[in-house]
């Protein structure tokens, strides 16, 4: 989303949000052993900022601490484990993934990272390196003689363990039929000389190259 989203989409601008923050917080945090290099790198910053010594010790703003969101990228990247270890040695973006989860507090933290049943551009797809992933309730009704399919469990621990709960999800990979899009180099266009529905939307002006 940072190289092939518009210049100025939420997707692209969060992105640079969180970029900006934890490079804020990474320099100061080694500013009083690498005295230096931390004034440098806040001299190549592009945009104004005073020195990192004249701006005081990390501030981290409040709104960053948000409930549900660590257990929601930690039950994602359990997931994106079961994905790559079943296709070791392949190109995981050859693949679409499907991930079946009961109806319950893991799938809300899914859905939370994917609105839509399947994207392309979710973050819950940036997180699988997939070039497509479905999220789903129940199983599908058919599956591909040629897809593998990962069981696993998640603890979800809320709260200070208030809120505790073990949820198990299915991880199906699919080899994607698509052709790869000369663009942003994921297989999710119809023709591999065609950039995919998303790329075309930025060239057609609707957003920027």
Not at 21 to 27: F, G, K, P, S
Request: hydrophobic content about 40%; glycine content about 6%.
């Amino acid at each position: 989303r940072l190289y092939c989203e518009e210049e100025k989409d939420p997707k692209r601008r969060s992105c640079q949000t969180v970029l900006a923050e934890a490079l804020d917080i990474v320099v100061r945090s080694f500013a009083p052993i690498l005295p230096h290099l931390a004034e440098e790198v806040f001299q190549h910053l592009p945009y104004k900022k005073e020195g990192v010594f004249r701006t005081g010790w990390i501030n981290a703003s409040s709104a960053w601490k948000k409930p549900g969101v660590e257990e929601a990228i930690e039950g994602a990247c359990a997931m994106r484990d079961s994905f790559l270890g079943s296709i070791s040695g392949k190109n995981a973006l050859e693949h679409e993934v499907v991930i079946v989860i009961e109806p319950g507090l893991l799938f809300e933290l899914m859905e939370a990272l994917q609105a839509e049943e399947t994207s392309s551009v979710s973050q819950l797809n940036e997180i699988m390196m997939a070039s497509q992933t479905t999220l789903l309730s129940e199983l599908p009704k058919e599956t591909p003689a040629d897809a593998n399919i990962i069981e696993g469990t998640f603890l979800i621990n809320l709260e200070g363990g208030v809120i505790c709960e073990s949820s198990s999800y299915k991880v199906i990979a699919l080899p994607i039929a698509k052709a790869k899009c000369p663009r942003c180099r994921r297989y999710t266009s119809n023709s591999s000389s065609t950039p995919c529905p998303r790329c075309l939307k930025v060239l057609a002006g609707k957003g920027s190259t």
